[in-house]
């Protein structure tokens, strides 16, 4: 998952944040939104949209880019109805249209983390929801991906991050191979689910092993790419490398529909849950590459 604190030392926002609707400021739900201080909340809060966090508030993992606290987390079953339940209250109460929900990983409790998806999937996709399910790489298990898969979100996306050859440093418990196979997974088992992956530039990777990586990536299956810069949000986190100029964000777009992924979304800004509820009600699925 991608979450970053983004503090843009190139570019001058132009939202005001101060006007920011209430929306993700709701009390006791975790939006990766508000948490993170996405660039594009705004944005996305005036299209109803936002990105939910579940599986508690630390994370088994200590990913390098990652802001999220890796601790002891709160037994799933102390967590799972509160955090259902507040999530279905907020999208309710806000008139939301359409939900990303993403998570930690819980490599303690992996079965019932993929259940909490499920069940918080089925119950909006009742209310008419869009559902985006963002999910960790549950080690490519294809048992609790099938749980998962089973909730019938819109759109099923898993994150690739970075290069290959980056990815040990960048997600030491995570596995590249690993985060690919979940990908084919869903393409083999959920032919009509749109699937989608992003990573970020900008933590050392070259232009020939991009284009590895989106070779892997439309191999892979997904509809969906998104491409954005990393800025390191924490003096804990690893430093950025490069920052990509407008032009190379482009450039990127370009080489990704050369390979044969149409959907891109590649800019300075872009993450991956941004303008999720646009691409989701415009693309179908298998008509796409
Ligand atoms: S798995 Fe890594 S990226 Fe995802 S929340 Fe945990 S530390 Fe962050």
Not at 7 to 21: A, I, M
Not at 146 to 157: L, Y
Not at 165 to 188: C, D, F, H, M, T
Not at 211 to 228: E, H, P, R, S
Request: charged content about 25%; some cysteine; hydrophobic content about 35%.
């Amino acid at each position: 998952m991608q979450n970053y604190i983004v503090k843009n030392p190139k570019k001058k926002l132009t939202w005001n944040f101060s006007e920011v609707p209430p929306l993700l400021k709701w009390e006791g739900v975790h939006t990766v939104c508000e948490e993170s201080a996405c660039p594009n909340r705004a944005e996305c809060s005036s299209m109803q949209t936002a990105t939910f966090l579940i599986g508690g508030k630390y994370c088994t993992r200590n990913c390098a880019f990652c802001l999220i606290e890796n601790g002891r987390p709160v037994p799933m079953e102390q967590i799972i109805l509160t955090e259902k339940m507040e999530i279905l209250k907020a999208v309710f109460d806000l008139n939301l249209k359409f939900a990303v929900i993403t998570s930690v990983t819980r490599d303690d409790d992996p079965a019932n983390l993929a259940l909490h998806f499920r069940e918080i999937s089925q119950s909006l996709r009742h209310m008419n929801i869009g559902v985006e399910l963002l999910i960790p790489d549950f080690k490519a298990d294809r048992e609790n991906l099938k749980i998962i898969g089973d909730g019938q979100p819109d759109v099923i996306a898993h994150n690739l991050e970075t290069i290959e050859r980056l990815s040990q440093k960048i997600r030491p418990q995570a596995s590249y191979k690993k985060s690919l196979e979940v990908l084919q997974y869903y393409r083999g088992q959920y032919p009509k689910m749109l699937l989608k992956t992003g990573f970020m530039v900008g933590l050392g990777e070259t232009l020939p092993e991009i284009m590895q990586l989106m070779k892997d990536i439309f191999n892979a299956g997904a509809d969906i790419l998104t491409v954005g810069q990393y800025l390191q949000p924490g003096k804990t986190q690893v430093q950025v490398e490069k920052f990509y100029t407008e032009q190379e964000f482009e450039n990127l777009k370009n080489m990704a529909h050369e390979m044969g992924i149409k959907n891109v979304q590649s800019g300075y800004f872009t993450r991956s849950s941004y303008n999720a509820a646009a691409y989701a009600t415009r693309i179908n699925p298998g008509e796409t590459r």
